[in-house]
């Protein structure tokens, strides 16, 4: 099949959180099972790119029209990349916003994304299944079943729309619909209409073919109140259509075995270059050498609300009465930037802090720590807990989500699972489960037989592209199927699974 996946960032070209790292793997495992695949991003500052596949495209923003290109970018690991050029949209600093503040035009940046990788689909590179992901993509399934709806080009193709993360949805103002070009009917509360504004997920989530989240547990929690974001009632009208497919990892370059970036390279039969990686660490965070002792607790993170940092500001006195280390790398929210620079000036002996974007420190993190925090008040997938297990760095994690999914709780008589989880969002409760973990570290050969189960595990991609290849076949031969019913009666097929048309 030919798949083209709509995204707005991607690995190797940009990225700032675990969409890019799955816009990168997953073409790659679907190219190995033997998919012809093209990913289509947004030309950021810094991408470079070999040709041109169209050199003006006509699209309608605001009161006028602008004329993006696209660029023809290599193949890499046999996945086809081009790129949506508009200097004045996408050579910026940053992918969504500067300083805590998002982009003001991010509706038409992103309205104009979408209308140029449909005319990709249709002029340059034909697919037989569209996959787009979260809000930035998501007017493609709305213009398909509307603007687009008589277009012979798209009339079987299916469109799939994965939800990264349900908390960012691309919500503007009512008057976003004429800078977008769309017409007033689609205010409407059984289209993108939500609570007065225009939520462009929420178009998505409507006009999609099938829609994926990136847990099986995620799948179900963005179906409460809870969880939904205020879509949930959106989400469980779908809920048919509605597949939790977990994120894998990409172990060519998220392992100790192979990972290029870390101080020494170690596996499970050989754990002698951990202590080396943690030592490395210490350094790269000028923490002494007398925290080798310690157990080293690693945080790397978008620091935004959703993270659990609040829990961590409430028991992080108390969590530094015990004998451990911190190493944290992230960015984010100047409120928890301060937070954890105010812990490093009172603990600068044993916590570690690195405010920014950093790889190889990311990799470093992952190497050289003995456990990994991670307190989410909600978490689709999560990567970073999944990417510890291999390093032996053992996750310490709430239960939900993604989270809840991939870390199984270490049961001390049995020697079993892989992790520690607690369940209610308590900062108490994430004390006493890291005194827990504190408690197993300090039980040598216990802490071992841990870090041996986790580094067993195998979260690869190919059981997690298998089942997006079922999933396209399904939603391509359904396609079919409603367009042979509505030729045999002569009608114009409905433009949604769900009622009513609008
Ligand atoms: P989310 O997508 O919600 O940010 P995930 O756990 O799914 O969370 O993915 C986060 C990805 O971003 C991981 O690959 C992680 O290593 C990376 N990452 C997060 N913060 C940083 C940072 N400050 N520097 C480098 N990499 C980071």
């Known amino acids: ?113 979408s209308r140029a990788s449909i005319e990709l689909a249709k002029q340059i590179w034909r697919p037989d299944v569209i996959h787009c992901h979260d809000w930035q993509a998501s007017l493609v399934p709305v213009l398909l079943r509307t603007q687009y709806s008589g277009d012979p080009a798209f009339l079987g193709v299916p469109v799939v729309l994965t939800v990264h993360n349900l908390g960012y949805q691309g919500i503007f103002g009512r008057d976003a619909l004429a800078r977008l070009g769309l017409p007033e009917t689609l205010f409407h509360v059984d289209a993108l209409e939500f609570y007065g504004k225009v939520n462009l997920l929420k178009g998505g989530l409507l006009f999609s073919d099938y829609l994926t989240t990136v847990s099986r547990k995620y799948a179900q929690e963005i179906q409460t109140v809870e969880y939904g974001h205020g879509l949930d009632g959106v989400i469980r009208l779908r809920a048919a259509d509605l597949a939790g497919i977990l994120n894998g990892v990409d172990y060519s370059m998220w392992s100790p075995e192979n990972d290029a970036l870390i101080a020494r390279k170690y596996s499970a039969n050989d754990l002698a270059g951990k202590a080396a990686c943690k030592s490395d660490l210490l350094d790269q965070l000028k923490l002494p050498a007398a925290n080798l002792k310690r157990p080293v607790v690693g945080i790397l993170s978008r620091f935004a609300d959703q993270k659990g940092f609040d829990l961590i500001a409430q028991m992080a006195v108390d969590l ?25 000036e009172r603990e600068p002996d044993r916590v570690g802090v690195r405010l920014g ?32 297990l291999r390093y032996g760095t053992v996750p310490v994690v709430r239960a939900t989500g993604g989270l809840d999914d991939t870390i199984e709780a270490f049961d001390a008589r049995t020697g079993a699972g892989t992790g520690f989880k607690f369940q209610e969002y308590d900062a108490k409760e994430l004390v006493a489960t890291l005194r827990q973990a504190i408690k197993v570290y300090r039980d040598a050969p216990l ?44 009608s114009v097929p409905a433009n949604r699974k769900i009622a009513p048309n609008i």
């Open 320 to 344: 530094l009465k015990e004998d451990v280390c911190l190493a944290v790398l992230g960015t984010g929210e100047p409120k928890y930037e301060s937070m954890f620079q105010a812990l490093a």
């Open 1 to 113: 099949m030919k798949i083209l996946f709509i995204a707005s960032e991607g690995l190797p070209y940009s990225k700032t959180g675990g969409l890019a790292d799955v816009i990168q793997a997953l073409p790659k495992a679907l190219v190995a099972s033997g998919h012809e695949v093209a990913v289509v991003l947004p030309h950021y500052r810094g991408t470079r790119t070999a040709a041109t596949a169209a050199s003006s495209l006509t699209i309608p923003i605001g009161n006028g029209l602008r004329f993006p290109s696209i660029a023809d970018g290599s193949v890499v690991d046999g996945v086809r990349y081009f790129f949506i050029e508009d200097p004045q949209y996408f050579d910026r600093a940053q992918l969504y916003g500067e300083n805590g503040r998002d982009y003001p035009d991010n509706a038409e940046r992103f309205g104009l994304f």
């Open 357 to 388: 974007f950093d790889n190889v420190l990311a990799h470093k993190i992952e190497a050289g720590s003995d456990m990994f925090l991670m307190p989410s008040r909600y978490e689709p997938c999560g990567l970073n807990q999944i990417y510890s």
């Open 447 to 490: 802490w071992r037989k841990l870090m041996a189960n986790g580094m067993a595990k195998d979260f690869s991609w190919a059981a997690s592209a298998a089942e997006y290849t079922r999933l396209y076949k399904r939603a391509w031969e359904s396609r079919a199927k409603v367009l042979a019913e509505s030729q045999m009666q002569g």
